[in-house]
């Protein structure tokens, strides 16, 4: 019962521990003409050293990570996010320029593996669960405007 009890701890630490919490993070301002999406999954011992892709319209914007959050800046208009972990899921999403919208990646167990779920959620909700999560770094670095020849 005790080793069961140290394991139970043990999987409940693992996952984004590290970097700034939310609460202490002041994201930069959007940028004119852009939008962002912000995604973020809540600590979970249940698949929590799985980092699955979060993917934007099939360019990897950053990683679902247990306990972190993180944020990725992009054209506004109509786009489809997918989480690359175990069944894949996918949901589409209309941004709106200088306006953040909200996904929270979770976990369910599934017969043989765990599916990923992707949810858009209400900032305030979203906000308030950001606050307790790990900060991460944007992976996702948007492409150059083409140059233009005078």
Do not use: W
Not at 64 to 70: K, L, Q, R
Not at 94 to 111: D, H, K, M, N, R
């Amino acid at each position: 019962m005790l080793r069961l009890a140290l394991l139970v701890t043990l999987f409940a630490t693992i996952g984004c521990a590290s970097g700034p919490k939310g609460d202490t993070v002041t994201l930069p301002a959007i940028e004119a003409g852009r939008s962002r999406i912000v995604f973020y999954r809540m600590a979970n011992p249940m698949a929590s050293l799985d980092q699955p892709n979060m993917l934007m319209d099939g360019v990897v914007i950053g990683k679902s990570e247990a306990g972190c959050f993180s944020y990725a800046d992009v054209t506004p208009g109509a786009h489809t996010i997918e989480c690359k972990g175990g069944d894949v899921n996918r949901i589409s999403m209309q941004t709106a320029a200088g306006v953040a919208t909200y996904i929270e990646t979770s976990v369910q167990p599934t017969l043989n593996n765990f599916q990923f779920n992707l949810a858009q959620k209400p900032e305030p909700e979203a906000k308030q669960k950001i606050a307790g999560l790990s900060f991460r770094p944007p992976a996702y670095i948007p492409p150059a405007a083409p140059a233009t020849k005078p």
